[in-house]
């Protein structure tokens, strides 16, 4: 079945980096995008950004832009995010999903199981 | 950039049928998926496209849109449906939003 497996949470200083990864099964992983969602404590979501392991693209939320970078490793199947210049207000579970669309809509489907991410010092 | 508007809570008698609304500029020109999340789970999707449910989503839940405002549907509302609920939608200048979120209670 299709799935998308996240590393394990992370526990950082502020000022520091974290990078997660999220791996994909059942499917050909060139073939879809990846997109990164987070979501702070009682809070909604919110999205990070895209990648397309096919050529590299990626479109990042402006609020991210500079602080954010998504890679892709197609030899594993594998889809990272670095996230850089950590706060406390970064501290969320990081989620990972599969990018399905055609000419009228976008959806993500499955998600990753979510990374924990916190800032403290 | 664009917001999707959510109500913050809605509440529904067990076996009644209960609406979430989703206001947003770019439904207008895209239709929005829905996602449904229970406490320290992933979310789950529900409902994309026009009125699309993905393999092994009950028919209770539903979708439409009319305008600017998208709706999900639930049909005969049971225990298992209280969760969060959240709508996504791009727009034509590739923004990616989240609805502000709705928790759904079954009374």
């Known amino acids: 079945q299709v799935q998308l497996v996240q590393s394990g949470a992370e526990v950082k200083k502020p000022g520091a980096s974290v990078k997660v990864s999220c791996q994909a099964s059942g499917y050909t992983f060139s073939s879809y995008g990846i997109n990164w969602v987070r979501q702070a404590p009682g809070q909604g979501l919110e999205w990070v950004g895209w990648?397309?392991?096919?050529?590299?693209?990626?479109n990042y939320a402006q609020k991210f832009q500079g602080r954010v970078t998504l890679t892709t490793d197609t030899s594993t199947s594998t889809s990272y995010m670095e996230l850089r210049s950590l706060t406390s207000d970064d501290t969320a579970v990081y989620f990972c999903?599969?990018?399905?669309?055609?000419?009228?809509?976008?959806?993500?489907?499955?998600w990753g199981q979510g990374t924990l991410v916190t800032v403290s010092s | 950039s664009s917001e999707l508007t959510q109500d913050p809570a809605v509440s529904v008698a067990l076996g009644q049928t209960v609406r979430i609304t989703c206001q947003g500029d770019s439904l207008r020109s895209y239709y929005a998926s829905w996602y449904q999340q229970k406490p320290g789970q992933a979310p789950v999707l529900v409902i994309y496209g026009k009125d699309n449910r993905p393999s092994g989503i009950p028919d209770r839940f539903s979708a439409s849109t009319s305008g600017n405002t998208a709706s999900l549907t639930i049909t005969g509302a049971q225990a298992a449906d209280e969760a969060d609920y959240y709508c996504?939608?791009?727009?034509?200048?590739?923004?990616?939003?989240f609805g502000t979120g709705t928790k759904v209670t079954v009374l």
């Open positions: 990648i397309s392991p096919y050529n590299g693209n990626t």
């Open positions: 999903a599969r990018d399905l669309m055609n000419a009228m809509a976008s959806w993500f489907d499955p």
């Open positions: 996504y939608s791009r727009d034509s200048s590739d923004n990616h939003v």
